[in-house]
């Protein structure tokens, strides 16, 4: 007797665990720039710099876990995805990408600041912008998924591996298991 399947879903558990990025970091800048005195502003920010950095790889992680889903859906047979809000919406770009966008002038400035404030030498890592690159080129083909109905619908962004990619799905349900998506950061090399 054959099997059908019902599809797969177009979040498979991130959603509860994603941090309001852009929002968070404007409010907690607002914060440090209400002070007029630079060693108030250099407290400040001295508070805040690791709750910046929390949430940047948990909203890094997302990405990851989202490019490792996205290869895994494409390594099985052609079905529905399931729950995609996006569906038959709107494709705006700049509105697809501004919280990629975001997080990429974040993390060019980030280190100016930590330089700035703290008078520490902060390195990005290139990966990091490598993801943040390939999230928003995945983001860009495949037009805000507003036209993603079936998962051979989903395209992939070139820079991606995919050579193990159906091993995926047991990675991805682990680190949903701990409820934290910065743990994806970890993962970075299975798709770079």
């Given at each position: 007797?054959?099997?059908?399947?019902?599809?797969?879903?177009?979040?498979?558990?991130?959603?509860?665990?994603?941090?309001?990025?852009?929002?968070?970091?404007?409010?907690?800048?607002?914060?440090?720039?209400?002070?007029?005195?630079?060693?108030?502003?250099?407290?400040?920010?001295?508070?805040?710099?690791?709750?910046?950095?929390?949430?940047?790889?948990?909203?890094?992680?997302?990405?990851?876990?989202?490019?490792?889903?996205?290869?895994?859906?494409?390594?099985?047979?052609?079905?529905?995805?399931?729950?995609?809000?996006?569906?038959?919406?709107?494709?705006?770009?700049?509105?697809?990408?501004?919280?990629?966008?975001?997080?990429?002038?974040?993390?060019?400035?980030?280190?100016?600041?930590?330089?700035?404030?703290?008078g520490i030498n902060y390195n990005?890592?290139?990966?990091?912008?490598?993801?943040?690159?390939?999230?928003?080129?995945?983001?860009?083909?495949?037009?805000?998924?507003?036209?993603?109905?079936?998962?051979?619908?989903?395209?992939?962004?070139?820079?991606?591996?995919?050579?193990?990619?159906?091993?995926?799905?047991?990675?991805?349900?682990?680190?949903?298991?701990?409820?934290?998506?910065?743990?994806?950061?970890?993962?970075?090399?299975?798709?770079?």
């Amino acid at each position: 007797m054959k099997t059908v399947s019902k599809g797969l879903e177009f979040d498979p558990g991130f959603a509860p665990f994603i941090l309001a990025f852009r929002g968070t970091v404007e409010y907690l800048y607002l914060d440090i720039n209400k002070f007029k005195n630079l060693s108030q502003r250099k407290m400040k920010f001295r508070q805040y710099y690791k709750k910046f950095l929390e949430l940047f790889y948990n909203n890094l992680g997302f990405y990851v876990g989202c490019l490792m889903w996205a290869a895994y859906i494409k390594t099985q047979p052609e079905q529905e995805i399931l729950n995609n809000h996006c569906l038959g919406g709107e494709y705006n770009e700049d509105e697809n990408t501004s919280e990629t966008d975001f997080m990429i002038k974040f993390l060019e400035l980030f280190p100016k600041d930590m330089k700035y404030f703290l008078g520490i030498n902060y390195n990005i890592n290139p990966d990091d912008m490598k993801i943040l690159e390939l999230y928003k080129e995945f983001l860009t083909i495949n037009k805000g998924f507003v036209n993603s109905k079936t998962n051979t619908d989903i395209l992939l962004p070139e820079g991606i591996k995919t050579a193990e990619a159906e091993k995926f799905k047991d990675k991805i349900d682990e680190i949903l298991k701990s409820e934290n998506l910065s743990k994806f950061v970890d993962c970075k090399d299975l798709i770079l």
